[in-house]
C-alpha cells in the first residue's frame, strides 16, 4: 500500500476514477490529496486581472469539495495553480513527498483500450513517483482487489513490482500472479546464447513456476500486447519503470508507454528507487543519464 497519495481530479469521471482507485491503494492510516489544477495568473487575462485568479482558486475549491463529497473519502483538497495540468501534479507530488500520482483514462479506445489525453500523458512524463492509472468507468463499477498481476522477466524493475504485488496482496490476501512474455529482438537473434524459440519458453516458464507464492507463467508475443491481456484478467497489474531521467524523475521504457495506452483495467508503473525496489540509490544516480 502506499502512504501519501495525490490524486489527479478534474471534474469529469475520470477524476472519480482516480480517486476510486487511490481509495484501493492507499493504506490504512496513510494520507490522499486530491489535486485540481488551474491555470490562474499564468493565464493572460488573469495576469492582469487578479481577481479572476482568485475566482478560478474559488471554484477549484467547490469543485474538489464536491468531488470529494460524492467520492465518500477522507482527502485534504488542494487546489493548484500551474501552466500546466502535468506540471502543477508534478509539483504538488513533490511537495507533498508522495509515493503514488493516480491519474484517470480520458475514454476507450478499439477493443476497450485505454485513451490518454494530452494532460494525462503530461502527468505520466517525467513525474516524480509512482502512477496508477484507473480505466474509464472504473468509479461505476469499483473492484475489490483480488488478483493482482505482475510484468516479470527478472530484472530488478520486476522484481520491484513482484515487492509491491506481495505487500498488496498481504491486506487483501490477493492472489499473486506473474506473467514473462518472451519477444524475439528485432535484430533477430533467439536468445543471448543461441537457444531456440521453445528452449526459451520453456526455460522462462520452469522459471516463473519456481517463483515462491505466485502463479507464473511465460508466454511468446510483443510485450505491450500480452502485458495488456493478461492484466484484463486481474485487478490491478503491476510493471516495473526502467530508470530516471534528469532530476531522478520517472522515464517509462518502451514498455510501459506502450502498455498505458493498451491497459483494459487499473495499472500500476513503478519507478526504479521506490521503496519496494532492491536497486541501490546511489546506482540510480550514476545511471540516471542513460536511456532506458
Do not use: W
Not at 75 to 98: F, K, M, N, W, Y
Not at 104 to 115: E, M, N, Q, S, Y
Not at 217 to 223: E, H, I, Q, R, S
Not at 264 to 292: C, H, K, M, N, Q
Amino acid at each position: 500500500m502506499f502512504e501519501k497519495v495525490v490524486v489527479g481530479v478534474d471534474g469529469r469521471v475520470s477524476g472519480r476514477d482516480a480517486i476510486a482507485l487511490a481509495a484501493q491503494l492507499t493504506e490504512p492510516g496513510g494520507s490522499m490529496a486530491l489535486a485540481h489544477v488551474y491555470p490562474g495568473i499564468h493565464k493572460r487575462s488573469h495576469a492582469i486581472l487578479p481577481g479572476m485568479a482568485e475566482a478560478d482558486r474559488e471554484a477549484a475549491l467547490e469543485l474538489l469539495g464536491e468531488e470529494r463529497s460524492k467520492a465518500g473519502v477522507e482527502a485534504e483538497i488542494v487546489p493548484v495553480e500551474a501552466p500546466a495540468p502535468g506540471r502543477g501534479l508534478h509539483e504538488e507530488s513533490e511537495r507533498q513527498d508522495a509515493d503514488l500520482l493516480v491519474l484517470g483514462t480520458c475514454r476507450h479506445g478499439i477493443v476497450g483500450r485505454a485513451v490518454l489525453g494530452n494532460d494525462t500523458r503530461a502527468a505520466i512524463n517525467g513525474a516524480p513517483c509512482a502512477i496508477a492509472l484507473a480505466p474509464l468507468g472504473y468509479a461505476e463499477h469499483p473492484k475489490a482487489i483480488r488478483t493482482i498481476g505482475v510484468g516479470y522477466d527478472g530484472s530488478p524493475e520486476s522484481e520491484a513490482a513482484l515487492g509491491a504485488a506481495k505487500e498488496l496482496a498481504k491486506g487483501s490476501h490477493a492472489k499473486l500472479r506473474a506473467r514473462h512474455v518472451v519477444s524475439i529482438p528485432y535484430s533477430g537473434v533467439i536468445g543471448p546464447v543461441g537457444l531456440g524459440l521453445g528452449e526459451m519458453i520453456e526455460d522462462a516458464q520452469e522459471h516463473m513456476e519456481a517463483l515462491p507464492g505466485v502463479q507464473g507463467d511465460a508466454v511468446y508475443g510483443l510485450t505491450g500486447e500480452e502485458l495488456a491481456t493478461f492484466g484484463a484478467e486481474c485487478d490491478l497489474l503491476i510493471v516495473g519503470s526502467r530508470g530516471y531521467g534528469p532530476l531522478r524523475r520517472v522515464m517509462l521504457g518502451s514498455t510501459a508507454i506502450n502498455l498505458q495506452s493498451r491497459a483494459r483495467g487499473p495499472l500500476l508503473i513503478l519507478p526504479r528507487g521506490t521503496r519496494y525496489s532492491p536497486v541501490d540509490s546511489s546506482d540510480d544516480r550514476e545511471r540516471a543519464s542513460v536511456p532506458a
